[in-house]
DNA sequence: CGCGGGATTGACATAATTCAAAGACCGTGG
DNA sequence: CCACGGTCTTTGAATTATGTCAATCCCGCG
């Protein structure tokens, strides 16, 4: 559970995504010397809501969510974490959030205080933050707008479309036939991610590979004749999705 | 609309709350030099979504939103600025949301450019932002809770505890007896606030009239018998609200 | 006094949920 | 290798919350 591998910083895959990516080799070896990594087994819960949080940190590989649960067990999915996605808020003591490991995960992390002690010195790492905080805080309000205005449908085909923009940002592999992207969500986890039942999303699911927007093999691999088609089933602008 | 009385930033009443928060005086003097201040009525837009951005700025007094629309029509609010709140994105050229003042509105602005420029040199504002930015980012994820799991009537108990709260924090006044708001909202407003039609919003107002957990004098003022009730209703952790 | 923009209320339509059953997929162990 | 069990997924039928369309009401204001 408890990897004790520690990479190069300067091999990191996400070296130029994370909180890190504008540091300078010299803030890179401060950070080096405060990191650690963690491994996460699919399923396993990373954080639970107002837990004291003793870290702080990125998703290297893998993925993870957030979720917040309602006393009564709805769940809505707040958060989905790819790599190098930051983990946790600095400045404060407990998680506001579940955070859970939906596939097999690492993640690079620093105990709370020095990484909060070496923010404060290092105007690099805030300024990342800050800059990764505010595109968080643009998807959380397109997100909003999908769960309050769009239909089942209009749904499923932005979250696809979402997962495929994501997908084509991380691997900067061009994609040379069709688009195909593997969906890293169960349909009870999609579910939770747009403000639906879990078998909502699989008769829309159904329905969108029916009227040939989708086709699948398998229930997680997706293949995607025409994005623009895809999109506008979205019910996004245009050239909302800047894919291509 | 374009009014040009320069109040002093020792005197503002904001001081305290926005970006400006953690400045020292000699800071301050800085950002009075580049800042003034703009107007807008009732109704009127601030900012188009795609527009060029040439400002950024804090509420100062009244209540602005931020909205999305959709090609077809629909409109999902996505925030909800209430003095002190900030308005732009350093380091983004156009705006990604609609920006409308639902009251008379006084903001603080400061041009896009110099201001970028001093927060570049001044950690202080760039540390405020990030704390706010992510004060709004749990904001935002609370709000995706209420979009995707909360039934209308939740959403409304929601949404009045919510203005409560805020209202709260905004003038230190106790409230000496029963707790009443203002809603800042017309039915529609809160219908794209929430999610939901402006029927709908008004159907559940009436229930909650009805069974007592809220009294209306007019259409926007509200007595709040219970806040527990209330805070019930909302679906709400216990606890939730730290209001009281 | 009457106008007009909100707001309320009613009747009906419908998208999505709920409950239930059956089917597919995957790893495990015999 | 195949059978088994469990989990995830699909599909169906009935229910319900919310949306839609339309009429009326209310209240502040000229």
């Given at each position: 559970?408890?990897?004790?591998?520690?990479?190069?910083?300067?091999?990191?895959?996400?070296?130029?995504?994370?909180?890190?990516?504008?540091?300078?080799?010299?803030?890179?070896?401060?950070?080096?010397?405060?990191?650690?990594?963690?491994?996460?087994?699919?399923?396993?819960?990373?954080?639970?809501?107002?837990?004291?949080?003793?870290?702080?940190?990125?998703?290297?590989?893998?993925?993870?969510?957030?979720?917040?649960?309602?006393?009564?067990?709805?769940?809505?999915?707040?958060?989905l974490?790819l790599?190098?996605?930051?983990?946790?808020?600095?400045?404060?003591?407990?998680?506001?959030?579940?955070?859970?490991?939906?596939?097999?995960?690492?993640?690079?992390?620093?105990?709370?205080?020095?990484?909060?002690?070496?923010?404060?010195?290092?105007?690099?790492?805030?300024?990342?933050?800050?800059?990764?905080?505010?595109d968080?805080?643009d998807a959380?309000?397109e997100?909003?707008?999908l769960?309050?205005?769009?239909?089942?449908?209009?749904?499923i085909a932005s979250l696809i479309s979402i997962i495929a923009r994501r997908e084509a940002s991380l691997q900067p592999r061009q994609p040379k036939g069709m688009l195909t992207v593997d969906l890293?969500?169960?349909?009870?986890?999609?579910?939770?991610?747009?403000?639906?039942?879990?078998?909502?999303?699989?008769?829309?699911?159904?329905?969108?590979?029916?009227?040939?927007v989708i086709?699948?093999?398998?229930?997680?691999?997706v293949s995607i004749p025409s994005i623009d088609r895809l999109l506008e089933e979205a019910g996004d602008d245009s050239d909302g999705g800047m894919l291509v």
């Open positions: 559970m408890q990897d004790h591998v520690h990479i190069q910083c300067s091999d990191c895959p996400i070296r130029h995504r994370a909180v890190c990516a504008r540091c300078e080799t010299d803030e890179l070896s401060q950070l080096e010397q405060i990191k650690y990594y963690r491994s996460f087994q699919a399923g396993q819960t990373v954080i639970w809501s107002g837990d004291r949080m003793e870290f702080v940190g990125s998703v290297v590989t893998g993925i993870a969510t957030l979720t917040q649960t309602m006393e009564d067990g709805r769940r809505q999915m707040v958060g974490l790599p190098s996605d930051f983990v946790g808020r600095p400045g404060r003591a407990t998680a506001a959030f579940d955070v859970t490991a939906t596939t097999d995960l690492v993640m690079c992390c620093f105990r709370k205080k020095p990484f909060e002690d070496l923010m404060a010195t290092t105007p690099h790492i805030a300024q990342r933050l800050l800059e990764m905080t505010l968080e805080l959380a309000r997100w909003m707008l769960l309050g205005r769009k239909t089942a449908r209009e749904k890293p969500l169960t349909r009870e986890e999609m579910a939770d991610y747009l403000g639906l039942t879990l078998e909502t999303v699989s008769r829309q699911i159904s329905a969108l590979k029916k009227d040939g086709s699948l093999e398998g229930n997680r691999h």
